[in-house]
């Protein structure tokens, strides 16, 4: 490919995007593919000789997109947002076009430093505690943009075990560290992310996975009872991850009562807000920067819930030292000897070695939003939540389970479990809505969240016009009467999804 060519491309790319995302609303949310099906549509064997790009685009038509799960669907209603937009492509786009990679100071100073100014930018923006911030006069505190939630998660408990461990070696100086890592034991809800029991599991821990109250929320005298029995045991506990929004439920933990504990104990501790921690730009959830004083280390992905597109999430710890002692090697080829300490070298802040240019993505979609139009974002995700909630609360037929927070809501049928599992079935098989099921307590609930950016309260009209569509169904079905098979054909039919929606032109 030559630079005219690329050039070509480059615009018939930012037009497939563009029609794309005009005309996804008329395709299946959800693909009808079974496994392996590229397997028997692409050749066994990659081609010796160049191909033309109009091919391959012809085969990006023909054979991806009917494989596609479509998240910038309008009824795509799953898991979390993934913060598509504008901005963020470019971002992207032009970080490619640098093709550089940075992992110290001088492998890229621009690189290194757009991050640390956009990790202290977002840290601003949600009033973190500026002991957390890099800049900060005197601070310890500092920032880096990981490639995911969970990666901040395991470099987090990796910093906790070399902080205790170092700690363990004085009293013990002649213990192999093995024995030592036998007795640390990290703690975590029931609700928390899997991500937590995936870092412990790497980090070679014990966990204690503690209950939660009636609202999915760890408190902090739950903590406490566990922890002190683990030090009556001879244990040694050395992390608690609490979460700010959960997966399940987006519930909040006792982040307060939690800390204090942590901060009695010495247990480094870690808020994980992936989703919920992105609401902090907007002032009115400050209140749940209540026990942030007691923070170790904090995770907020803007990939999710910022309009940034994946990857990427902002991790702020209090003391950068504890973090760089647990992940750093020095070799003579990076040119990162003692001396240059200060200067940032990210290769110490995280697992891998090279890193994209990611704060680009970031730094555009923060310009070209403005703070308040990513605030704006976020505050029409939760006006539909809280409009959906109030049809759901309005209909005897479905309860709500939990609190509505954030964006999500999490409802269900009243009755057996097995005939919301049944209605969700059923949703995702017509292609029509797409949407994931939680367990809480052992209620199985369906998760409603505006998962993207192309909403209004027409569409969610829509969403509620096809759960109850199919709830009808499923509830005849349930009774054994004839009546169902008549409703089932006229959800079919399309009599009840008769609206239109309208179609994005900004992003
Ligand atoms: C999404 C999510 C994660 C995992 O995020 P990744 O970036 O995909 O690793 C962890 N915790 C919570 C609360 C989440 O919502």
Not at 79 to 106: Q, R
Not at 227 to 233: F, L, N
Not at 493 to 498: A, I, M, R, Y
Request: aromatic share 10%; with cysteine.
């Amino acid at each position: 490919m030559n630079a005219d060519e690329f050039r070509r491309a480059a615009g018939e790319v930012a037009d497939f995007i563009v029609d794309y995302l005009k005309g996804v609303k008329d395709r299946p949310v959800l693909p009808s593919v079974e496994p392996g099906y590229l397997h028997k549509l692409l050749p066994a064997n990659a081609p010796q000789q160049p191909e033309a790009w109009q091919d391959i685009m012809t085969d990006v038509q023909d054979k991806i997109l009917p494989g596609m799960t479509h998240w910038q669907h309008p009824h795509f209603h799953a898991y979390f947002p993934t913060g598509s937009s504008y901005p963020s492509m470019l971002g992207e786009f032009l970080s490619a076009g640098l093709g550089c990679i940075s992992f110290s100071w001088i492998a890229s100073p621009a690189v290194t430093e757009l991050e640390t100014v956009m990790v202290a930018w977002l840290g601003r923006m949600m009033g973190l505690p500026k002991e957390l911030l890099p800049y900060t006069e005197g601070g310890t505190g500092g920032g880096v943009i990981q490639s995911s939630s969970s990666e901040c998660i395991l470099v987090g408990m990796l910093a906790a075990r070399t902080k205790t461990i170092a700690t363990l070696k004085k009293s013990h100086p002649d213990v192999d560290d093995c024995i030592l890592v036998s007795k640390l034991v990290a703690y975590y809800s029931e609700e928390a992310h899997s991500a937590v029991e995936k870092a412990a599991r790497i980090c070679l821990v014990k966990t204690r996975v503690l209950s939660t109250d009636d609202k999915f929320s760890l408190r902090g005298e739950t903590l406490r009872e566990a922890v002190e029995k683990d030090i009556a045991r001879g244990m040694v506990p050395f992390f608690a991850c609490a979460t700010l929004g959960t997966v399940g439920s987006t519930a909040v933990d006792d982040i307060d009562g939690i800390g204090r504990v942590c901060a009695e104990k010495d247990l480094w501790f870690h808020v994980d807000g992936a989703y919920g921690g992105n609401a902090l730009i907007c002032p009115e959830y400050r209140y749940l920067l209540n026990g942030f004083q007691y923070l170790s280390s904090f995770n907020s992905n803007p990939a999710k819930w910022m309009r940034m597109g994946a990857d990427g999430t902002v991790m702020w710890v209090r003391d950068k030292k504890l973090l760089i002692s647990a992940l750093s090697t020095n070799r003579i080829y990076y040119l990162d000897d003692e001396e240059e300490r200060d200067r940032l070298d990210y290769k110490n802040w995280s697992i891998p070695l090279g890193r994209r240019f990611r704060s680009l993505k970031l730094w555009f979609v923060i310009r070209m939003h403005g703070v308040e139009g990513l605030q704006s974002a976020i505050r029409s995700h939760v006006a539909l939540a809280k409009m959906f909630e109030s049809w759901v609360r309005a209909d005897d037929r479905f309860e709500v389970v939990g609190t509505v927070e954030f964006g999500l809501v999490c409802f269900r049928l009243k009755g057996e479990n097995t005939l919301t599992e049944v209605l969700l079935q059923q949703i995702n098989e017509s292609g029509k809505a797409h949407m994931v099921p939680a367990s809480l307590k052992g209620k199985y609930v369906i998760r409603f969240t505006p998962a993207n950016w192309y909403y209004s309260e027409e569409i969610t009209k829509k969403t509620w016009d096809i759960i109850t569509g199919f709830a009808q169904v499923v509830l005849h079905e349930s009774r054994g009467d004839r009546q169902g098979l008549q409703v089932r054909e006229s959800v079919d039919s399309g009599e009840v999804l008769g609206r239109e929606e309208g179609v994005p032109e900004n992003s």
